[in-house]
Structures are given as structure tokens and as C-alpha cells.
């Protein structure tokens, strides 16, 4: 199986939009579906959601039987599974499918095609040209109906024997017709069911599913692209142009912001009985893995009861303790920072705004302890003035912004406690974890810090992130830091059992170059001080890739120790094309690999994600 490179080639402007064979248009001959076709489901004051009837007990029976009795692995062609029949019901087509081929989409369309052809064509910026981002590994795949899997190596550990591993990521389901960034594309999760005790001799099921935004069923039912990049879409004037024409798709009823123009394809997260997809660009969308076909479907667009507007954090933190979920949104706009928090059962508490955030910033995750909240303002800015005056992009590097934290009490009802403490050159994009010493007096915060901060968005190769170990002393201000490896480390985890508090061992994924994970280093924070704190490490070997690692805690056969837990994550081989899932002992000096999955497809490159114990996916919402 050979990894393959996207060829891109720009539609002329009086020719239809094209798709490549990922981004083929679905149901192209068929009728949108009727309104009395369709309800409108409230299946919890968590969410709500207009789409077709879910899949009746009967149905789900007759799933598992099918997925019971067929162990047939789906062929595939270049790391692409064949077209399947089984799909996630489909919820009522938006207003822009029944007008697809109307007189107002066919002069949007035109627009945009002169935009990217004559005043903002890819290959003016090559960070965002298509031929360049959507090569190799982040060539998009099709979905992959569930799957069954071999154990080529060693055994599936004990701890995660019925749960599953979901890897979210960016997927476009269309050819970009203009410039495209690496975090535009639509959210598809891969989802690995590992078999439980009780079916032994059962493999491990793989399905690769869209999460099912608002943004992706528009683009679905009009068989092209409709919304402009975020990331990429809006700089200088040809920006203006876009935000044009998204106006006119909009007065003539070809799509409606208000149902969501973001992607749900960064992460994941798992609280009060129910699995969230998450990007901070819109709500979080309720998904569900079937606990027996592995089959991943979306089940809508959430507001927690009309509590939750605009969008929210792709890294919340979840109280290990409490089970309260503590997150924020941020925007172009004031209060440019608003922090809020969930109870165990996922009623949203009320807003608080932060207003001492006087310019908007690019704030994409925090750290919690067990009395504060903390927030890193750092030197990526939001300039929307940037694009229409100086005909640059609207989200940027300040090289003149001096970062800050701020520090609020975690159960703040206003922000009149909040407290910025000053620390120049000190620019995250990821927390580890933080926590409290001296009685409270001394706050912890270890992350790693970017050092090359102006290429963290367009030109992530160059990024090199050295992890640092903050501590802050609430009494006197003073703010100290102590490097704990030199090496460029990101996409950190731990234990998720010490989340808010202290503990003594992260796991790093090894940029090689960044984007690209090249292997996984273990820290001891305990070593602060003494050097280079690295005290395991496993490279994946020539050519071999992954993302983002996840710990998986041992309660079966571990010793109750933080490190007692294994490692997993998607490995992909450049040179073979073979694509496997990786089972690594926490615990090893070497960080051993106990287990390894052959994947029937590739899994491209992604961001972040979650292991959901059996436990949890029976106990779904449905």
C-alpha cells in the first residue's frame, strides 16, 4: 500500500465544481429528504438537534448480528477503503441542498472562482497551497464503515479490553478550490473498538466517520465547498471578497450561520454520560461509538439548553475529583475571554466574562488546579483591522505583546479576583498540568513553551516547543521557570487521574518535524533542575509517524502508581504505507510496545484524542 500525493488542479470559473474521489458529492440523483421525513429529537436538555429518526432497537440488532458474523476486511486502494453502503442516518439537507443547482449558488460559486484564481490563487502562498499541505499522510481518506482489525503483535492489555481509542482530525471532504491550511479541514474521527473479555477471538474494529457539522451537511448536499476557510480563506482583499460572498450565501438562503460554520475537528471529550467532538470554532457536537459495532455517529449540534452560545474550548479540563468540567470561548470581539464550567450531571453554569483581556488573542488551551484557573495570553493576536487595512491575515504574531497568565479562582462568579503575572517569551499552545504547592501559595504550571512562535500557524515545520516548568508565588508575584528538556516536545498527556494536581511524569510527542510525531518521550518534572529531565523515549523508526500520544491508566493490573498505564496512538509508515495501532508500556525504560493492530486503511495525521473505557460506552446517552 503506497501513501499517495493529492494532485491539485484549480476548476476553470465557467466549469462545475470539481471533487476528487475523496471528496466525491453523496446521493448526487437522489431527492433531498422530506420535512415529514424528518423530527426534531430533544434527547436531553443537553441537546438539540433536527435529523432523521435514529436507528430503531431492531436495527441495532440486526448490526451487531452482521457485525458478529461478517469478519470480512474491506479492500482498499492507495490507503483508501472502498465505498461502503452503511452510513450514519442522515438528518433533513439544509436549505442550501434543495437550491444546489439555483442561479444564486451557480454566481456565488462563480465569485469565488475568480477570487482564488485571479486575486488570491494558492500557489501565491505556498504554506496554503493544497498541493503542498494535502500530501502524504494528510491526504483525506473516505469514511470506513466498521472494520475488523488483526493483532499483529503481542496482546491487547487488560485495562483497555472493550473500550475504544478516537482520534480526532482534519479531513476535507472537498477539493479546497482556494487556499487551505492544515486545521481547515472537516472533523472526521477514527474510532479502534478493541474486544472485550467476553468476546474473545473477536479482532479490533476500525470506523472512520465525518462528524457531522452544520458546515459538512451543507458542503455534503451541495457536492462542493461553501463556507471559506478559516485559517486561510480570509487575508487581505481577497479575505473581504469572501466575507462578501459568504453575505450573499446568506441573504439568499443558501446557508445560516446561526446552525454552525465551524469544525468539529480537534479533540474530544467525555462527560456526564455523553462524547463530545470539539473545535472552538463552533458548540461541541454529540457523537456515540455503538459499545458493540463500533459503528460512530453524530447525533447533533449542542447549546446545554440555550446556556451555551458562539463556540467553546477544544481543551476543556474535567475534574478528576469532582467530575466538573471547567472550559472557556474566546473571540474577536469583547469580552474577548469568557470562562465557564459544567456540573458532574453537564448543567452549564453561568458566564464570566474577562474583561482585563484588552486585545483578543489566540487562546487555545488553559490548566486548572484545585482552587484556580489559568490563562495564558500569549503573542498569537486576533487583527481583523490587519486585513482590511494592511491586506494581511486577520490571526497573527505580536512579537511586541509581552505574555502574561492570568490566575482566577476556578469558582470565580466575576473576574474581580483575577490576578496577570508577566512572562516574557513564554508562549503555549498546550498545558500538561498544573497545580498548587507551599499550602496554596505557589501555583505550578508546566507546559510547553514555543519558542518560534511567528511560525506556529503557517509554518508548524519550523516550530520548536522547549518544555518549561513555571512556578508563580501568589504572595510576593515573583514568577520563576526551569527548563525541563531541550528537545522539541508537544502534544503532552498524563495520567488523567492527577489532572489539577501534582504529579511527576508527562508524555511528549517528538516533532520530527512538527506537525509530524517521529516518537514519544517520557519527563519526570521531579528532576527540575538537575537537566535534561527525558527518562524514556521510543522513536517509531525511518519514515514512521504518528500523533498525539494517549495514556491509558492500568486499574486492572497496575499498582496504583501514576505511571502505571500504557500509551496509545495511530502510527503511519511513509515508506510501506502500512498503518497500525500502538500499544507502549508507560512504565518501560524504553517505553516498549506490548501490542500493535494492523489498520485496514491509512489514518491520516491528526490532532488530538481519547480513550473511552468499556464502561463509559455502554452507559452513552443514546
Known sequence: MKSMRLSYIPPAASAAPQSPSYGRKKNASAAPPSAAASTTVLTSPLVTTTRTPKQTEQEDEQLVAK?????????TTNGRAAPSQSRPRRRPAPAAAASAASLPMTFCNALEEVINTFIDPPALR???????????????????PPTP????????????????????GPNPQHLPRGPHHLFDGDGMLHSLLLPSPASSGDDPVLCSRYVQTYKYLVERDAGAPVLPNVFSGFHGVAGMAR?????????????????????????????AGRLYALGESDLPYAVRVHPDTGEVTTHGRCDFGGRLVMGMTAHPKKDPVTGELFAFRYGPVPPFVTYFRFDPAGNKGADVPIF????????????????????????????????????????????????????IPRYATDESEMRWFEVPGFNIMHSVNAWEEAGGEELVLVAPNVLSIEHALEHMELVHSCVEKVRINLRTGVVTRTPLAAG?????????????RRNRYGYFGVGDPAPKIGGVAKLDFDRAGEGDCTVAQRDFGPGCFAGEPFFVADDVEGNGNEDDGYLVCYVHDEATGENRFVVMDARSPDLEIV?????????????HGLFVTQAELQSQHQ
Do not use: W
Open 488 to 500: 522539541n516536545f508537544d502534544f503532552p498527556v498524563i495520567n488523567p487521574a492527577f489532572l489539577g
Open 126 to 144: 505556498p504554506a496554503v497551497d493544497p498541493r503542498n499541505v494535502l500530501t502524504s499522510n494528510f491526504v483525506p481518506v473516505d469514511e470506513l
Open 149 to 168: 482489525c488483526p493483532v499483529v503483535r503481542g496482546a491487547i492489555p487488560r485495562c483497555l479490553a472493550g473500550g475504544a481509542y478516537i482520534r480526532n
Open 595 to 607: 501490542a500493535e493492530v494492523q489498520l485496514p486503511g491509512r489514518v491520516p495525521y491528526g490532532f
Open 67 to 75: 457485525t458478529k458474523t461478517t469478519r470480512t476486511v474491506i479492500a
Open 243 to 271: 466575507g462578501a460572498v459568504v453575505a450573499a450565501r446568506v441573504l439568499t438562503g443558501q446557508m445560516n450561520p446561526l446552525e454552525g460554520v465551524g469544525l468539529a475537528n480537534t479533540s474530544l471529550a467525555y462527560f
Open 356 to 407: 482585563s483581556v484588552q486585545q483578543p488573542s489566540f487562546l487555545h488551551d488553559f490548566a486548572i488546579t484545585e482552587r484556580y484557573a489559568i490563562f495564558p495570553e500569549i503573542q498569537i493576536v486576533m487583527k481583523p483591522m490587519d486585513m482590511v487595512v494592511g491586506g494581511g491575515s486577520p490571526v497573527g504574531s505580536d512579537p511586541g505583546k509581552v505574555p502574561r497568565l492570568g490566575v
